[in-house]
């Protein structure tokens, strides 16, 4: 596993640039901000959150106000409103501190934003989404360097214990204070710490953090070999202001835990729409349609097409336009308009003649069927002129 010193020359940033660091003046955060200060960092800035749900609110603003003055450090604080009476506060919280964090970086133009999560929080967060029933990629818990709003977060602390971490501050004589809602109260995290977790060390009778942490990096490393085997599919994908089309070919060199895998990397949240695309798949099942709330899905010949909106095409006008189906789901494919042949009407239901005639040629070239009812064609004085599939 990597150490803090590791992750800190991984991350490859300009010691005389500026960073961000989040601290609530807790061990973590607070043992994170001075070895920050000790590896060399000249301009440091610190965000904190006010949360206003303690009395001991007060007293630790000011021990990390006293803190950062004397290590000349610019302080920003930030006072919640109060959420005592919501739902999902931890949520909510969540995202008040991260819109927070976001204002302070894109003011101070800094280069990340450093966060003093620990290795314990890394076991909470692996089993939380296990029972949640997460997907894979999340499996690997919280990474060392993300990217969310914005923003480069920065977590070097994740393979340190909190033991390791209290101990430092108490050989340097740092200032820190312990908030006891971590440990009790409604919130999920305390009940799995003060709860769950000693329950289950009990009932194993060994302490369960290391191997929870060793599965959790095996499925970083199964990730990350995951992530190898669907470069080619990623590649070979043709976006346009449609979707995305994934050609057959480069998805039938991919096993059906593969294709899922895929499927849970491109945005497709629900196991059961990711596992009926990949049973279509599977089985040459062409011509199906896969849709929830979030996703439509259609598994034709030629692949696998995810759109994100109407099929529509884009009636802008071309000298020389593009035609084809493969040209209309890049979005290049247009029609040019004399003005003196007048108003074209762009129409999806045509007449039996016209439909037979159309259909014959989409047939001929092998259009994907969904496509052939979703298209507008062109209609001029009752006649069907253009239209953007066929070559």
């Known amino acids: 596993m990597q150490t803090f010193e590791d992750l800190i020359c991984g991350y490859n940033l300009d010691f005389f640039k500026p960073i961000l660091v989040g601290v609530s003046f807790g061990p973590d955060s ?11 960092f000249k301009k440091i800035i610190v965000a904190h959150i ?46 008040e501190r991260f819109t927070f964090f976001e204002k302070v970086y894109q003011q101070n133009q800094v280069q990340a934003l450093f966060l003093g999560h620990h290795a314990h929080e890394q076991v909470e ?25 914005n923003m480069w977060v920065l977590r070097p602390q994740l393979f340190d214990s909190k033991e390791f971490l209290i101990g430092y501050l108490k050989k340097k004589k ?21 709860k769950m977790i000693p ?11 290391g191997n929870i942490l060793r599965f959790m990096q095996n499925m970083k490393e199964l990730d990350g070999y995951l992530e190898k085997r669907i470069q080619n599919a990623i590649q070979s994908c043709i976006s346009g202001p449609y979707g995305q089309f994934f050609p057959k070919e480069a998805l039938d060199i ?23 695309i990949t049973r279509h798949l599977e089985k040459n099942d062409f011509g199906k349609k896969v849709e929830d709330q979030n996703t439509l ?41 004399p003005e003196e042949k007048g108003d074209w009407i762009p129409v999806i239901q045509v007449n039996t003649k016209c439909r037979k005639k159309i259909f014959k040629r989409y047939s001929e070239q092998k259009i ?24």
């Open 30 to 40: 607070m043992a994170l901000l001075h070895r920050l200060i000790s590896v060399g």
């Open 50 to 95: 006010h949360h206003g749900l303690r009395d001991a609110s007060d007293d630790e603003e000011k021990g990390l106000r006293l803190f950062c003055d004397e290590e000349n450090i610019p302080l920003y604080v930030h006072r919640l409103q109060s959420f005592k009476h919501l739902n999902n506060l931890e949520d909510r919280l969540r995202r």
């Open 125 to 149: 967060t692996g089993l939380k989404r296990i029972f949640e029933g997460a997907s894979l990629p999340s499996l690997a818990g919280m990474s060392p360097k993300t990217y969310i709003q």
């Open 297 to 337: 899905a259609f598994i034709e010949k030629k692949g696998l097409f995810i759109l994100k909106g109407e099929l529509k095409p884009q009636l802008h006008f071309f000298d020389q336009p593009k035609k084809g189906w493969l040209s209309f789901w890049k979005g290049e494919s247009g029609y040019f308009k």
């Open 254 to 276: 991919l096993d059906p835990f593969e294709i899922g895998f895929l499927l849970t990397k491109i945005g497709i949240s629900l196991h059961e729409t990711r596992a009926r």
């Open 199 to 209: 329950f289950l060390e009990e009932i194993f009778e060994k302490k369960l953090h």
């Open 368 to 391: 994907p069927i969904f496509l052939r009812n979703f298209v507008y064609v062109l209609e001029l004085q009752g006649k069907v002129i253009y239209e953007f599939l066929t070559l």
């Open 174 to 194: 740092i200032p820190y204070a312990i908030d006891p809602t971590n440990f009790e109260g409604p919130y999920l995290r305390a009940k799995m710490r003060s």
